[in-house]
């Protein structure tokens, strides 16, 4: 059955490029002659209804936005078979004959669900952890990765006029793709990331008093989320060396702002892509990028692939940074 008409939400944890991605779906939907609707709220808005039709100007000036202009949800009620049960009921009485979920792999899971259940469904890799195995630049990431530099870049001038050391904790629970290349661009002394177990006096103690006999009197460290307290290695780090040390966490300024080129020109390859692909009578499949091709894997494989930390990139960080 040829599809007649889809829809797109954002899900799960916002991401800068959300938007540019909503729009190139909703406009090469339409300019392939499909309607679209919005569903607001993610799945959330999936199981009330509040679900819109979109035209080609519901999209307009959206592209330069960050966050998301249908807003996302975590929705705790999909999860059940009542709530999803009630999003395949809104996607019958809507006449929503595929969907495009935009989000990470929680979202995914979700879709996949959905696939399951006889309703087609293609996600696209909105999220500023890139922690989507399957691809290389995940939307948002490009941008969250220029916010925290900025940031650093302000910490740093204040560090080195007091001759200080900031402590600074960047988003990545359980991925520290954001620490390790912030922490590069920043000229890190030390970088903490969850993948990496770490000795604390070896790995930071230590690398401050090296650097500090060379002559250096400045320092940052950059520690991932899931990695330990910011607040608490300050204070340890300030005991041991006597340099006076502050925390500092970014927090969510890391997910907002004005998306990148990169995000934009990336989100838009992926929502023309996941477009075609229903059109094309595929499903279950999520969007990605390697190599800066856009290319498609199945969600179930795409969710079983292992992302692992360019170890190579971790040693020239720390040798670099000395
Ligand atoms: P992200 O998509 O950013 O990883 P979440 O993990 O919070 O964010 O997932 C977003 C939403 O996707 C959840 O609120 C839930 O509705 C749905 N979801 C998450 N995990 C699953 C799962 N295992 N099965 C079905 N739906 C899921």
């Avoid at 002659?33 to 199981?47: A, H, N, S």
């Avoid at 922490?183 to 008093?209: H, N, W, Y």
């Avoid at 992926?270 to 498609?296: F, H, P």
Wanted: charged share 25%; glycine share 12%; with cysteine.
């Amino acid at each position: 059955m040829a599809i007649k008409k889809i829809g797109v939400l954002t899900s799960g944890g916002d991401a800068p490029g959300m938007n540019a991605a909503v729009r190139a779906v909703v406009r090469t939907a339409l300019n392939r002659g499909l309607q679209v609707v919005g569903i607001y709220g993610g799945y959330d808005g999936l199981i009330t209804g509040d679900i819109r039709e979109m035209n080609l100007r519901s999209v307009a000036n959206i592209i330069n936005r960050g966050g998301t202009i249908l807003g996302s949800a975590r929705s705790p009620e999909f999860r059940t078979e009542e709530g999803m049960q009630k999003a395949i009921k809104q996607c019958l009485s809507h006449e929503i004959d595929g969907l495009v979920v935009i989000g990470g792999d929680g979202s995914f899971r979700g879709a996949q669900d959905m696939t399951r259940r006889g309703f087609p469904c293609i996600g696209i890799p909105g999220t500023i952890d890139n922690d989507i195995s399957c691809c290389e630049h995940t939307i948002g990431y490009d941008t969250a990765l220029n916010t925290c530099m900025e940031l650093c870049d302000k910490l740093r001038d204040t560090m080195q006029s007091h001759g200080r050391c900031s402590v600074v904790e960047v988003m990545g629970r359980h991925a520290g793709y954001i620490a390790l290349n912030v922490g590069i661009a920043i000229g890190a002394t030390s970088i903490l990331l969850p993948e990496i177990a770490f000795d604390f006096q070896k790995d930071v103690i230590d690398r401050m008093e090296e650097a500090k006999s060379t002559g250096k009197n400045d320092f940052i460290v950059v520690v991932a989320e899931g990695v330990g307290h910011a607040e608490e290695m300050a204070k340890q780090i300030q005991e041991i060396t006597g340099i006076e040390t502050r925390a500092t966490i970014l927090g969510h300024v890391q997910r907002g702002g004005t998306p990148t080129l990169f995000d934009r020109v990336l989100a838009s390859r992926m929502g023309a892509r996941a477009v075609e692909l229903l059109i094309e009578g595929k499903s279950n499949r999520v969007v990605a990028e390697q190599v800066g091709r856009i290319v498609d894997f199945d969600i179930e494989q795409a969710l079983s692939m292992k992302k692992t930390l360019d170890m190579d990139l971790y040693r020239m960080a720390l040798e670099i940074s000395m």
